[in-house]
């Protein structure tokens, strides 16, 4: 099994940036793609950002695209969300995914352990 648990969300006024982190640990060695959702009350679970743990392949939503950037730290097994330049419309609860799958989804239901979810909120 592989246990995720994020943090680093916050309340920030638009326009500023965060940094969340989502510390990896138990059976990494089984997990292949790391992934960023946010999910708003009402609203179906949106594909953020995803990495290749293996060979470091990014990919994002065009919504943050340009903004977010995702990377990784191999000796804390850790994976990182930067949020710059943030949009109130980002705001929602940020969640960390793991996969054991080859390749990289963009539905939650393809994604086998979580972590428990960082709020973050932005103010206009």
């Known amino acids: 099994q592989v246990q995720l648990v994020e943090s680093g969300g916050g309340l920030v006024q638009a326009g500023g940036s965060l940094r969340l982190s989502c510390a990896a640990s138990?059976?990494?060695?089984?997990?292949?793609?790391m992934t960023w959702f946010r999910q708003v009350p009402g609203k179906e679970r949106e594909f953020v950002a995803a990495?290749?743990?293996?060979?470091?392949?990014?990919y994002y939503a065009d919504s943050v695209k340009g903004r977010f950037t995702i990377s990784r730290d191999n000796a804390k097994n850790t994976v990182y969300l930067r949020m710059n330049s943030l949009k109130p419309e980002d705001t929602a609860v940020y969640y960390c995914?793991?996969?054991?799958?080859?390749?990289?989804?963009?539905?939650?239901?393809?994604?086998?352990?979580w972590g428990q979810g960082t709020q973050v909120t932005v103010s206009s």
């Open positions: 995914a793991a996969s054991s799958r080859l390749v990289v989804h963009t539905r939650p239901s393809e994604y086998d352990y």
């Open positions: 138990g059976r990494t060695f089984s997990t292949y793609v």
């Open positions: 990495l290749n743990w293996s060979g470091g392949n990014t």
